[in-house]
């Protein structure tokens, strides 16, 4: 969970011209890249642009947004340096199943409130209540593996808060039909927002920019590569890439060769590695 200070309708445009595929610096929270890999890089993919564009409409409704997409397609990097992008954030994480009290505790610490969570509920619920009216913004991940008693405290938190709550649910594809299931998000939500892997003809664009290590490999053999081993994923792509320098480094090679990327995706291919 995040909580995040108030935010700028500008957006990506206070970083980087709003473009597919441009590379943006110092844009993503630190270690927030898969693996923390050296030399990867923050792109604004398509995804990250609909992020940003669909975050800075829900804060200025102060509504639910609901970030949906398969693992790897970059859902939380996106919202998290939206985020940032927007306004300070703070990660909360919380177990699968988390009842009330676990989102009180966790909401206690993450708004820096002072002393321990109040035993009393209502009393808990009070001093997040005036905290969230200064910094009225929550983004929830994995927020599919939520009983829907947590997601019921915050539609109270939300309606409970003055002008409303800006409230960023993210959840992999298949927990959509849980998120549909509750019915307090159809009148509170601005977007339900599907974030999508690259395609075959974006890949030679997003994969050079991603990292420079792949700037000398022809396009056609990235596509290869992604219908072998990504499928479109970048954090698939960020796996590849560590691998590959792992692999540079061993045979000190100046550049990845057709051997040799055939060496590591038969290494590190196999279902039980996947991410």
Known sequence: MLTTAPCSRAGWAEAAAPEPFAVV????????????????????????????EALADACAQRRFLCVLGDAGVGKTFAVRTA????????????????????????????????????????AADTLIRRALAATPRIVVDDADRMSGSCLEYLRFLHDGTPGGLCVVLIAGQRGERHLRAQRMLATRTAAWLHLCALTRDQVPLAVPALHPLWQTVAPGRLQA???????????????LTHHTQRALAATSAAAPDARLLQTVVDRIDSPGRRP
């Open 83 to 122: 985020a940032r992008c927007l306004g300070a954030a703070v990660l909360l994480d919380l177990r699968a199943q988390s009842a009330p009290v676990d989102l009180r505790a966790g909401l206690h610490g993450a708004l820096e409130l002072t002393g321990a969570p109040p035993a009393d509920p209502g």
């Open 25 to 52: 610096g110092d844009l993503a929270p630190s270690g927030l890249h898969f693996l923390a890999v050296p030399g990867v890089r923050t792109l604004l993919t398509p995804g990250m642009l609909a992020v940003g």
């Open 225 to 239: 590569l992604d219908a072998r081993f990504a499928s479109g994923s970048l954090r698939r792509w960020v796996l």
